[in-house]
């Protein structure tokens, strides 16, 4: 039995009937009988109440007392009594199950699926959802794929959600999208939204083609798109479909580039393209929760397959050999600034070994200097010691400057490097990268400053506005 359970006296009468969760039963009471799968208790509701799923799909709650019994039903299918109408949906069922096969004549990519809605079905006979683990099965949900791609393998390296994810599934995931980029025409990762942002930054950084060097400007020679969704396939407000078409369409497009492929507007009418350096979850709950940040979307993308180039920084198709490099130094870590805020926070990191901080700063950069809190010493202490401080803003768009104000000056003299207009998240990651190569504290300044993935842009869009 599941922890989030029945009451006692429930748990004790399914056990000495030998009833699990899933299996289906049959409730008497009141010489009413009720007959249905029997669900989880959720975590929310009466204990005492007997949750089922009756034939007509919908969940009832029946409350155990005195009188009521439970025991299996006798089959473990509802008797059904076939209408003709049934019998000729019947076949019209099995027509469309025949044709749910992958065009072997279309591109084939691959998909790797890393957890999420986007990649998971409905299973309407108990309410629940699975994941998709055979190519086949997203023509259930979605069989416009077919006449776009082939999926000719799904790769499911685990399934988790994305909050939990850090470094060492990034570069699962890194190690799959360069074989698999190498074999097929393009790549779409599944992946959950909450932290999408932070794989599409790791990515960039971690895959690049054989002939390039970590510390110098660096791409991919086949789209590799992630993807995911705001709502679950089984509600009419979905964005999966629409999301994978798209996806679809960039992935064998002759756009060679790392980005996010999400919904552009609340409506059904298109999507952008995002590079994954450039691109932040920016509304908790809406479809078109993900923004590009001080930069213009790749492409504009429609369910028809029609692609707008919007952004004339990208990079076009090659074969190339595109190589994992899977070297990270995960002690790093990320400080906001903020009125009152606590200095020795850097001192805990540095004696517990961490080699780089990312500070939030506010506006332009700035931390508190003559507050009463000073940042000042523990700034100093840090950069002479040889931990790399870096500065962004959490104002989000636009970009820092050293120059400004007196106390910028101040905190560039103590060591600190103001990060141009890169995300906090994405100078997070990067710097983890670049620690995973080197640990002197110049070569760590320079490659910080050095456009490597797209991440740093001459002169910034004042926000995007459709």
Not at 312 to 320: D, G, L, P, Q, S
Not at 345 to 365: C, M, V
Not at 374 to 393: D, L
Request: glycine letters at 8%; aromatic letters at 8%; hydrophobic letters at 35%.
């Amino acid at each position: 039995m599941q922890e989030l359970e029945y009451s006692k006296e429930i748990k004790k009468e399914l056990l000495k009937e030998g009833i699990k969760i899933g299996e289906r039963i049959r409730v008497i009471k009141n010489k009413i009988i009720l007959e249905g799968i029997l669900l989880p208790k959720g975590e929310f509701g009466d204990k005492n109440s007997i949750v089922l799923k009756l034939d007509s799909g919908y969940n009832i709650g029946i409350k155990y007392e005195n009188g009521v019994k439970i025991e299996k039903a006798k089959t473990s299918e509802p008797k059904k009594i076939k209408t003709e109408t049934e019998i000729e949906l019947g076949k019209i069922k099995e027509k469309f199950l025949e044709s749910l096969k992958w065009d072997e004549t279309k591109p084939k990519i691959s998909l790797i699926a890393t957890g999420g809605t986007i990649a998971s079905r409905v299973d309407y006979k108990t309410g629940g959802v699975y994941m998709i683990m055979k190519p086949e099965e997203f023509l259930y949900n979605i069989p416009e794929l077919r006449n776009i791609i082939k999926i000719q393998r799904i790769i499911n390296p685990f399934n988790k959600a994305s909050e939990d994810m850090d470094v060492n599934d990034w570069k699962i995931i890194a190690k799959n999208v360069a074989n698999e980029l190498n074999k097929s025409e393009g790549v779409i990762i599944t992946h959950g939204t909450d932290t999408l942002h932070f794989t599409s930054a790791a990515l960039s950084f971690m895959l690049r083609k054989k002939s390039e060097n970590w510390d110098e400007k660096h791409s991919v020679s086949k789209p590799v798109v992630l993807v995911g969704a705001q709502r679950s396939s089984d509600r009419g407000s979905s964005d999966t479909a629409m999301n994978l078409i798209c996806s679809s369409y960039l992935a064998i497009s002759d756009i060679a580039n790392i980005g996010i492929c999400m919904h552009g507007s609340e409506s059904d009418d298109f999507c952008y393209f995002i590079r994954g350096t450039k691109v932040r979850k920016m509304h908790t709950s809406r479809r078109d929760a993900f923004k590009p940040i001080n930069e213009f979307p790749i492409a504009k993308i429609w369910n028809n397959g029609k692609i707008e180039i919007l952004n004339k920084n990208i990079n076009k198709r090659t074969n190339e050999k595109v190589i994992a490099d899977l070297k990270f130094n995960d002690k790093i870590a990320i400080l906001k600034a903020y009125p009152g805020s606590e200095p020795k926070l850097i001192k805990f990191l540095i004696k517990n070994d961490y080699q780089g901080i990312i500070i939030e700063g506010t506006g332009l950069g700035h931390v508190p200097i003559f507050a009463k809190k000073s940042w000042t010493n523990e700034i100093k202490n840090a950069c002479e010691s040889g931990v790399f401080i870096g500065i962004t803003s959490q104002t989000i768009f636009g970009r820092v400057n050293k120059y400004v104000y007196r106390n910028l000056r101040i905190l560039s003299k103590l060591g600190a490097v103001h990060l141009e207009d890169m995300l906090t998240e994405v100078a997070y990651i990067k710097l983890g990268y670049i620690l995973g190569h080197t640990k002197k504290l110049e070569k760590i300044k320079s490659v910080m400053l050095t456009n490597i993935s797209n991440e740093i842009t001459e002169r910034s869009v004042g926000g995007f506005i459709e």
